[in-house]
């Protein structure tokens, strides 16, 4: 699966128990994972039975939400012509394009010889005669295939001064793991859909926490999927309009505002919402927030570590350590809302409470 930042990789068998016993506790049966990034929540959701709707503002989160949620993995016909274009795909000689120059020449985030492979896919993807559902699932073969030989630290707003060993690797297509059964991608401000989407049993929320822009640190991915060669600045070779996108979560006069207005429309009994105590959010704010707009309020305090800037310090250009860091652990919580939250989590059992670690961590969020 994809490098990605904040992808809740370890925490989805927490998230997934949880949602199973909302569904033992309130019959839920519909859920919307409204900032689905890998789309990894999803898919986990999707392989528990769950008819799940994906929402992100990326487009190469739609693109992954149309190949593992949308596309049915048990259709035969649409794996067999999969197979036969990545075939085809796999074979198609290198040719210089955006991705080489961009890339690889002006930035280094791929060997020459893979981006223009990475090139010349890419065109053929929109000339094979692939429809909506075959194209997104080559096009998120390619994806994973540039991250396998990629030479990064997993963001790409920077690339390492010397080559990763893996970037050596030839790029190759390989199939997705297709997950049987159907769902919904979706690629919409997060609140316009809430305001707009049939209601759901339970919502997954995991918005951006803090200034770092998701659009900024995958435009390599965006450009991708987009194929549209647009202006770019910096070491970074960033999309032009990296400048202009911005989510209101990015942003901390607006993202508590964006926030609220998200939990008072979203059209959802339960919710479960993603917190981290590094971001712009306080802990007793979301606690009193879901409690107005979803009644009980169950915490899972899921990870406790010794904040790693607590350990460097904080360090001027030459070296020298100033200042203090303003907080000294990393919290992760799940907060669960909705009737019946406290039996929730409760009924989740050990997959969906935290960890002894966990428990053992001094309360307070900030
Ligand atoms: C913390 S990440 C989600 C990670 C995801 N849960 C996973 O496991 O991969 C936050 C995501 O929110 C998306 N995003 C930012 N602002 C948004 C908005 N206003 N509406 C919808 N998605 C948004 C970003 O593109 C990013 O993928």
Known sequence: MIKYLGSKRTLVPRIVALAAAVREHAGARTVAD???????????????????????????????????????????????????????????????????????????YFQPFNGRRIDAIRDAIDTIGADRLERAVLLTALLLAADRVDSTTGLQMAYLKAWAPRSYRPLELRMPELIAGTGRSRREDANALAAAMEPVDLAYIDPPYNQHSYFSNYHVWETIVRHDAPPAYGVARKREDCRTTKSRFNVRAQAWEAFTGLMRTLPARHVIVSFNNEGYFAYDDITALLASTHGEVAVVPVAF?????????????????????????????LFVAGPGAAAIVEAAGPRGAASAAALAAPPGAR
């Open 34 to 108: 409204l900032f689905t990034g890998t789309t990894r929540v999803a898919q986990a959701l999707k392989r528990e039975g769950f008819d799940v709707t994906a929402n992100d503002l990326a487009s190469y989160s739609e693109v992954l939400a149309a190949c593992y949620i949308e596309a049915d993995g048990g259709d035969a016909t649409l794996r067999a012509r999969v197979t036969e274009q990545l075939a085809v795909l796999n074979a198609v000689e290198g040719r210089d394009g955006y991705v080489t120059r961009m890339f690889c020449e002006e930035a280094r």
């Open 305 to 333: 570590r010794r904040y790693v800037g607590a350990k460097i310090g904080i360090h001027n250009p030459s070296g020298v350590k100033v200042g203090t860091v303003s907080h000294l652990t990393n919290r992760e919580f």
